[in-house]
């Protein structure tokens, strides 16, 4: 399981963090596996130089206590690199607790001396002070350090290597901590991002369906409406009258059965396999319409035959609201791994310019820019053009079924 201890994150103001920010747990497990690096390299920088420090070391007395240095030493930063979930909070609570482990270091550098193989390990209190504390913590231990290591050889060199150790350490702790911040308002940029993306496509899926069922029947009833003003100012003709309100009474009923249906849609699954796309074409068929199959249709997705139907349903409604045709035929046919959906109809056909679907929809009318966008949901390539055996329009969905 991670862990987050053992690292405190760098001080930012109140107003520039919100609340529900999460923490940058990525960047403080990093820090954690450094401070259990610089351990290790401890150890094994300890285990390296003891044979080559106790062998130049003058026997009895100075021998015992550079081994015991050594093992003194090598055994803490063992406890620290296995528990360093333990001690790490201590460690993060209490800054004063870095000083016993300088003076182990200092001691082993008094001696075995900084010169001997195990001068490298005092890099590791200033290096360790860097990532936990950052720049203000490491500057006490890294000076001290530095003094403690001038003052022991008489020179400069890995003093100043104590200073640059605890910099780095400092440095480090600082980019990492800015990489995660930046990583974190990148998430936060794409989420945000990908909601908006979720509420225009459902913006316009609303609005695709309202178009394609509660809208029309709408256009209808205003239509009706229309006629039933002008048989209304006429009284010598009531059946007319009464004729035009039945009219307008079945297109309001069937406006409300629409929005029924449409929020019965919104609320189900469409996921669900197994809807037979044959019946549902031959159900929205009227007279004048002839309804094809061939190949064996799968039975597919409700969702995708949704779209399928929808598409159909807005052919059909072009060939007969704006190509006056007097017959439309509809085949649905598996023509190996694709299916083929066609809608011909003989009436008056595409303008010679063909058709601009942005104009279009910038005029108000939707029906082709969403039968493309129902195209596209669904992975399907749709091409609306002229009947290639004689007069009239041709639209054609063709959709891999292999990517259901």
Not at 119 to 137: F, H
Not at 192 to 216: P, T, Y
Request: glycine content about 10%.
């Amino acid at each position: 399981m991670a862990t987050t201890i053992g690292i405190a994150p760098p001080a930012v103001s109140r107003e520039r963090v919100r609340p529900e920010a999460p923490p940058l747990t990525l960047q403080v497990n990093a820090l954690q596996a450094l401070c259990r690096q610089v351990f290790a390299f401890r150890m094994v920088m300890t285990a390296l130089g003891a044979p080559l420090a106790l062998g130049r070391t003058a026997p009895g007395a100075p021998v015992y206590l550079v081994g015991g240095a050594v093992l003194l030493t090598f055994m803490l930063s063992y406890v620290a690199f296995r528990d360093w979930e333990r001690f790490g909070p201590l460690l993060l609570r209490h800054r004063w607790l870095l000083a016993p482990d300088m003076a182990f270091s200092a001691l082993l550098l008094i001696t075995a001396t900084p010169a001997s193989p195990l001068g490298p390990v005092a890099l590791c209190t200033p290096l360790l002070a860097g990532l936990v504390y950052g720049w203000r913590g490491s500057a006490p231990y890294a000076a001290l350090q530095a003094a403690l290591v001038a003052a022991a050889s008489g020179g400069t060199t890995l003093a100043g290597l104590c200073l640059l150790a605890g910099a780095a350490g400092a440095s480090l702790r600082g980019l990492l901590f800015r990489f995660g911040a930046a990583s974190q308002a990148l998430t936060e940029t794409r989420a945000r991002l990908a909601v908006a993306e979720a509420v225009r496509a459902e913006r316009d899926r609303l609005a695709r369906e309202m178009h394609d069922s509660v809208s029309k029947t709408l256009y209808g009833l205003a239509l009706a409406a229309d006629a039933l003003s002008r048989t209304a100012t006429d009284p010598a003709d009531p059946e007319a009258t009464r004729l035009q309100a039945r009219a307008v009474a079945e297109a309001a009923r069937q406006a409300a059965a629409e929005s029924r249906a449409l929020l019965t849609d919104l609320r189900r699954d469409l996921d669900t396999p197994g809807v037979c796309l044959s019946a549902e074409l031959r159900a929205l068929a009227g007279a004048g319409v002839v309804v094809r199959t061939s190949g064996g249709l799968p039975l597919l997705p409700s969702a995708v035959a949704a779209h399928l139907v929808a598409v159909a349903s807005e052919a059909l409604e072009n060939a007969r609201r704006h190509a006056s045709a007097s017959s439309v035929e509809v085949e649905a046919a598996v023509r190996g791994p694709r299916l083929v959906l066609t809608v011909e109809d003989d009436g008056c056909g595409l303008p010679p310019g063909g058709v601009d679907v942005k104009a279009l929809s910038d005029a108000g009318h939707f029906g082709l820019l969403g039968m493309a966008e129902r195209a596209t949901a669904i992975g399907a390539r749709l091409h609306v053009g002229p009947r290639p055996t004689g007069p009239g329009t041709r639209v054609r969905l063709d959709l891999r079924l292999g990517s259901l």
